[in-house]
């Protein structure tokens, strides 16, 4: 591999968490890697920037000899951060995660490791993000670096179309408990959401979001349903959200 491709490696868990530790590994075999990552968790910030207070970006050490810095926003931040005054130009290949459990269905408009990928397309940047349904601070990576060291691969051998990142999601199962990889589509699940409404000090309220989340999606080859079958998923995702089926339905209305 050419060892002079430019790799930026992001996350939203922050700088210090095992996925993008792990992650920096693999991605260290086909080129030179440099980190941007926010400096403390930064999940479910989705496709959010920084507009009202400074950014700050801080070199450190974690990654020994890799070049790497903590950034104060949030992981589009970074990805701007590091293309526009780090690099002052575009990375070859932009990689998110390892994310600390599963982006599928619609957790990708929630997700800040996808939303910095989705920022590398909309740049024009080949982007892959990275999630293992593991939450778990110390989870098991070693499923998630084979199989995401072969997508990698393929991502550089075959030509990336402009505008689209995957968004590869890894079941919690040990590496041979893995069937294989398939290529998906997003399922519409969701979040049914509630809140535990609760009491401070001085007798005021105030609510923590909760719910349960729910698979109302019975289509074949979704992302929720590769992974319930223990396959890798790998969804290509775009940014354009125009409904283009319902164009000419909209066109009938009399506006």
């Not at 450190?60 to 950034?71: K, Q, W």
């Not at 490791?113 to 920022?119: D, Y």
Request: net charge negative.
């Amino acid at each position: 591999m050419n060892s002079e491709k430019l790799i930026l490696v992001t996350n939203d868990d922050s700088v210090s968490a095992k996925g993008i530790h792990s992650l920096v590994e693999v991605a260290r075999q086909f080129g030179r890697v440099v980190v941007v990552a926010p400096d403390k968790p930064q999940s479910g910030m989705g496709h959010a920037i920084t507009i009202g207070h400074p950014l700050r970006l801080q070199k450190n050490n974690l990654f020994g000899t890799i070049e790497a810095y903590a950034c104060s926003g949030t992981p589009v931040d970074c990805v701007k951060l590091a293309i526009y005054e780090l690099f002052k130009g575009k990375p070859d290949l932009i990689l998110s995660g390892f994310n600390h459990g599963e982006n599928t269905s619609t957790n990708v408009l929630y997700s800040g490791t996808m939303s910095a990928a989705i920022e590398g397309a909309m740049e024009g940047i080949p982007s892959i993000g990275f999630s293992l349904a593991n939450y778990s601070a110390d989870a098991d990576f070693e499923a998630t670096q084979y199989f995401s060291e072969k997508i990698i691969s393929e991502a550089f051998k075959n030509e990336f179309p402009k505008y689209v990142c995957l968004n590869v999601n890894v079941p919690n199962l040990k590496k041979e408990a893995i069937k294989g990889i398939k290529i998906t589509q997003q399922a519409h699940a969701f979040w049914a959401d509630s809140f535990l409404k609760r009491e401070d000090q001085f007798g005021k309220n105030y609510y923590w979001l909760t719910g349960e989340f729910s698979d109302v999606d019975q289509r074949e080859n979704t992302d929720l349903q590769a992974m319930k079958e223990g396959f890798v998923s790998i969804v290509p995702t775009q940014f354009d959200l125009t409904a283009y089926n319902l164009m000419n339905d909209f066109k009938k209305w009399k506006l």
